[in-house]
């Protein structure tokens, strides 16, 4: 078998199968959405805040498969009370923001948990906590496809003025912008990418597909409209190679695309131009010999 015919046989395999190509097309989708979003988290600073809501979102999609409502209202429902939560024990009690978050996402989380234990359901609702990739289903993949599209689309939409917000919401407040309702609209937009990503990877590593992409694209370029351009290619090309590569080593789906993800971002850090520890290393090793040619 020649070269070529291993190659093709490769890429083509895992396509025979109906199951798989769902499940590139719904890794591809959540991870270009979640890369989208992931420029101004890492911008403002929200990682912390986007693991917080991604956990808090599990009791409102159980209660809403409990009263048959769609997963992304209870999603969004819960994922903005978490954030009122957490802004009520800051503001009242000596805690701090990263204690408040840490309590207020580890209750939740526990939360839904406790109601997954307690639900008679025909469907598996521990793969909202794991993620199931290769049974999403027609009906799951439209439900994605839609949810995805919407948010894809504000994030287009609004990106000059979530950008302005990340950057100085003083100056959006005096040029008539409402910061609360921009960081509002982050916060929902933030939740229903986790409804999006909560069959790929589960909501336990959701917060990964939405800090990666964003952490790798900023090493490599210092232009945030690069930055969202760079993430989501560079999220799709590792949800790809992850889903092949959980494909042929048989390996868990959802946690093989994190791995990629985490991988190249470990490559990106390390040969980066500017920002690569290779690069520092080697700009501080000419610096000192020409320190000591000086002396």
Not at 25 to 47: D, E, P, Y
Not at 71 to 84: D, E, K, N, P, R
Not at 229 to 255: C, F, K
Request: with cysteine; hydrophobic share 60%; charged share 10%.
């Amino acid at each position: 078998m020649s070269p070529v015919d291993v190659l093709l046989d490769v890429l083509l395999g895992p396509l025979q199968y109906d199951f798989m190509v769902r499940a590139l097309v719904t890794t591809v989708i959540a991870a270009v959405v979640c890369a989208l979003l992931s420029c101004w988290l890492v911008l403002i600073g929200w990682s912390l805040m986007g693991d917080a809501v991604s956990h808090a979102v599990l009791p409102g999609v159980v209660l809403a498969y409990i009263v048959g409502a769609p997963f992304a209202l209870g999603a969004v429902v819960f994922g903005i009370a978490a954030v009122v939560l957490i802004g009520l024990i800051r503001d009242t009690t000596r805690v701090k923001e990263d204690a408040a978050i840490g309590i207020v996402f580890t209750t939740l989380f526990a939360l839904g948990l406790v109601l997954i234990s307690v639900t008679p359901s025909q469907t598996d609702l521990s793969h909202i906590v794991f993620g199931n990739v290769l049974g999403v289903q027609a009906a799951d993949l439209v439900q994605i496809g839609i949810l995805a599209a919407v948010a894809f689309a504000i994030l287009v939409v609004k990106r000059r003025d979530l950008t302005l917000y990340a950057f100085d919401p003083t100056h959006a407040f005096a040029i008539g912008l409402s910061p609360r309702l921009l960081g509002a609209l982050l916060l929902g937009l933030l939740a229903l990418t986790a409804v999006v990503t909560l069959q790929v990877v589960g909501v336990i590593l959701v917060v990964a597909m939405l800090i990666i992409p964003g952490a790798t694209a900023q090493l490599l370029t210092d232009r945030f409209g690069r930055m969202l351009l760079i993430a989501p290619l560079l999220s799709a090309a590792s949800a790809t190679v992850g889903i092949y590569v959980s494909y042929w080593a048989d390996t868990a789906s959802g946690a093989t695309v994190v791995l990629v993800l985490g991988i190249v971002f470990a490559v990106v850090a390390l040969v980066s131009p500017h920002r690569g520890l290779l690069f520092r290393r080697s700009r501080a090793r000419r610096v000192r010999e020409a320190a000591r040619g000086l002396a």
